[in-house]
């Protein structure tokens, strides 16, 4: 049994095809800014760095903080 805590940024594009890509990333720094995330995402739009199925990203859509915390009561002897 524990618990254990998650916190991830998730960064949502659009794509040339009209469809959303989604890159997280774990353990985010606890002072990241609104701004250095924009920036990041800035930074993969004008790179083309990634490849999707529905074309190029496009447009930044999305930025998402996640924090969650999951209670495991019951692990199982092996």
């Keep these: 049994m524990a618990i254990v805590n998650n916190k ?15 890159i ?3 353990n985010p720094r606890a002072d990241m800014t609104k701004a250095e ?6 930074m993969i739009i004008a790179r083309n760095i990634f490849n999707t199925p529905s074309g190029e ?3 930044k859509r ?13 692990d199982p002897v092996v």
């Design 57 to 59: 990203i496009s447009l």
């Design 62 to 74: 999305d930025i998402r903080v996640f924090d969650n915390t999951t209670n495991d009561l019951f």
């Design 24 to 26: 997280t990333v774990p």
């Design 37 to 42: 995330a924009e920036a990041v995402m800035d």
């Design 8 to 22: 991830f940024v998730r960064l949502t594009f659009l794509t040339a095809g009209g469809k959303t890509f989604a």
